[in-house]
């Protein structure tokens, strides 16, 4: 996934909002709250960050191309960072930053979560 890829996907995402920052990365955000990082590497291919389950953190962490979280899983966040090839494929990224924006806004508040419509329930 190309960097204009990552953000374009971002974007594509419910209530997703887009911040340059920590040294010239993209962060997506939802309700405030961080879901997803690209930084620009040496290479064309984005380091892509993103919060995952515990499940998926303990497999995920030890696959070629992956690598907990530099900063966010060392204070015992379950964060994953794609850094090297081969990593994920393009499916399966898109599909861990969508459960990464999911879990995030699971973890606002419910009237933050309705507000942003994120919530089914519109009363």
């Known amino acids: 996934m190309t960097h204009d890829e990552f953000n374009a996907f971002c974007a594509s995402l419910p209530a997703a909002t887009h911040v340059v920052q920590w040294g010239g990365s993209d962060v997506w955000k939802v309700g405030?709250?961080?879901f997803a990082i690209?930084?620009?590497g040496a290479g064309?291919?984005?380091r892509v960050t993103f919060k995952v389950s515990r499940i998926a953190y303990e497999i995920l962490s030890e696959q070629p191309g992956?690598?907990?979280a530099p900063y966010l899983a060392s204070r015992g966040l379950?964060?994953?960072q794609?850094?090297?090839v081969p990593g994920l494929d393009d499916g399966d990224l898109r599909d861990y930053l969508r459960e990464s924006?999911?879990?995030v806004a699971a973890g606002l508040t419910r009237r933050l979560r309705r507000d942003?419509?994120?919530d089914g329930d519109p009363s």
């Open 32 to 34: 405030g709250k961080v």
């Open 38 to 40: 690209a930084s620009h």
């Open 44 to 46: 064309t291919t984005p």
């Open 66 to 68: 992956l690598r907990p």
């Open 78 to 80: 379950s964060w994953i």
């Open 82 to 84: 794609q850094h090297a």
């Open 101 to 103: 924006h999911r879990i």
């Open 116 to 118: 942003l419509g994120l």
